[in-house]
């Protein structure tokens, strides 16, 4: 009787642990996780915004603009965009590029630097999966006469 019940007792074991394995398979972690979460995305954004402010082609764009409150906000946008748990309060994006006739060559420029920094911070996987989601944005942020 006893090693029956000692049977049925590691039965039910590995079928909890056998469980709990399958939890972690299925339960996907996001893409906001798999980049490394908001310490990741901030030195990404950060290096991005600083490497485009100071761009000779882009740096009339952000002439007077508060870099570290565009930091915090495009952090917040892209934490959402990637599955973190944020909250973006941000205009949309036609809103606040509205006035500032970015070209596509601008745009390319801006993403390019973002391509850069997400090379020195972020797995190829990631990376790809980060700028796909961005790439939709284009129509709303260049300039339409251009
Ligand atoms: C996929 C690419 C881009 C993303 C995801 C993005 C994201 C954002 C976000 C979230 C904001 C803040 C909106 C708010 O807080 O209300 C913003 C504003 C801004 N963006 Fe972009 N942006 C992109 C491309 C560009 C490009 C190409 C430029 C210029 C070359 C640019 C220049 C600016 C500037 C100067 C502001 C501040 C506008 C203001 O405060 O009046 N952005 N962007």
Redesign the pocket.
């Known amino acids: 009787m006893i090693k029956l019940l000692t049977y049925l007792f590691i039965i039910s074991l590995t079928s909890c642990v056998q469980q709990n394995a399958n939890l972690q398979v299925s339960g996907q972690a996001t893409l906001f996780e798999r980049i490394g979460g908001i310490p990741v995305l901030t030195v990404v954004v950060s290096e991005t915004i600083d490497s485009?402010a100071q761009h000779p082609k882009?740096e009339r764009?952000?002439k007077g603009?508060k870099l570290a409150t565009?930091k915090e906000?495009?952090v917040n946008?892209l934490c959402v965009l990637s599955g973190g748990d944020c909250k973006y309060e941000?205009?949309t994006?036609k809103n606040?590029?509205a006035d500032?006739k970015?070209t596509t060559a601008?745009?390319e420029l801006?993403?390019q630097a973002m391509r850069d920094s997400l090379n020195r911070h972020v797995a190829t996987r990631e990376k790809n999966e980060l700028l796909k989601l961005?790439a939709p944005?284009k129509r709303d942020?260049v300039h339409q006469n251009n």
């Open positions: 485009a882009l764009t952000f603009i565009l906000s495009v946008q941000g205009e994006m606040s590029h500032l970015i601008e745009f801006f993403v961005l944005m942020i």
